[in-house]
């Protein structure tokens, strides 16, 4: 990538643009809320916001907070704990690798979340994205950051595109988002383009005409038009496994005692015409629950037992 793509005349006018909007637009969302940003929150936020969505962590978070406080707190929750707490977010193995980061923050690093980006991306569930969004919008270093709203707006902004699935690379849009990034104003130029990819520059249905950064972008009201891109997944019954996951998960969190026998959850799951693809995948799903340690499966008077693991 040309480190010249833009002028430096350009790269300040679309700074400017950005900024500036989102000075008196931004999303108002609740770990944007203190000042200066609090490291705990943006860690629980930015782990949350890997895989759910934002208006979703939005009304999750608070009650979070609330049961666990501090670092301190989460680093000491349960298994059972957390994958209570964590109901509505999806993906339960995120909360499990939240729980053990803060357990490795306190362990080692005197519970002080790290500020240095190398260190950062060694804690359980924090890989390349987690760990600059830390850097940024906790710490205001100056590194970029990339998340798909952020690939999109650049895949769009410095050329034209074909379609919704003409996109920069990911190493692409790393090296832009590095030569784009304006000195000292990480944190708010992240959350702007975020803001602007979610509000605006959506995948199929670009809203180019509201857009603040129209006049800069080569694709602005360029027809972007294609399908959505089914996710390749292993499925049951045209259902992702990680749904079924899900399924089981959130049956064991309404039930009393959080425990369930294996019979059970096959009526609950599949309800009719059950075959013995259906209990196999079932005996696979378990298994597999089991070996992330989400739960545990115990065999009293022949029946399986299936429970939050403690
Ligand atoms: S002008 Fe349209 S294509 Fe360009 S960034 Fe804005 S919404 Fe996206």
Redesign the pocket.
């Known amino acids: 990538m040309k480190k010249d793509i833009l002028s430096r005349h350009q790269k300040l006018s679309i700074h400017k643009t950005v900024l500036t909007w989102f000075t008196y637009n931004q999303k108002k969302l609740p770990w944007r809320s203190a000042t200066p940003p609090d490291p705990y929150i943006v860690l629980l936020s930015e782990v949350m916001l890997q895989q759910t969505q934002t208006s979703r962590i939005a009304e999750k978070l608070p009650a979070f907070l609330e049961q666990f406080p501090t670092l301190e707190a989460l680093a000491q929750a349960t298994n059972k704990e957390i994958i209570l707490a964590w109901q509505g977010m999806g993906y339960n193995n995120r909360a499990l690798r939240l729980r053990d980061c803060a357990k490795t923050i306190v362990d080692h690093y005197y519970g002080i979340i790290p500020d240095d980006i190398d260190i950062l991306r060694t804690l359980p569930g924090i890989g390349e994205y987690t760990s600059s969004a830390i850097a940024s919008f906790a710490f205001s270093q100056n590194v970029p950051v990339v998340d798909v709203n952020i690939r999109r ?1 650049f895949s ?2 410095l050329r034209k595109v074909a379609n919704n699935h003409d996109m920069l690379s990911e190493k692409e849009s790393w090296e832009i988002a590095g030569i784009l990034l304006p000195k000292n104003h990480s944190n708010l130029w992240h959350q702007a383009l975020m803001d ?1 990819g979610s509000l ?2 959506t995948s199929r249905s ?3 005409h509201d ?1 603040p ?2 006049s800069h ?1 080569q ?4 027809v ?1 038009d294609g399908e959505k891109t089914p996710k390749k997944e292993p499925t049951h019954r045209a259902i992702p496994h990680r749904i079924w996951r899900g399924k089981i998960i959130e049956l064991l969190r309404q039930s009393n005692h959080h425990s369930e026998n294996a019979n059970y959850i096959l009526h609950a799951l599949f309800q009719e015409n059950i075959s013995t693809l259906d209990s196999d995948f079932l005996d696979y799903i378990l298994k597999k629950l089991e070996s992330n340690n989400l739960i545990e499966l115990q065999t009293i008077n022949n029946t399986i037992i299936v429970s939050l693991k403690e």
């Not at 694709?219 to 360029?222: E, H, M, R, T, V």
């Open positions: 707006i769009r902004l602007i605006f520059c670009p809203r180019c857009c950064i129209s972008c694709s602005a009201f360029a972007i």
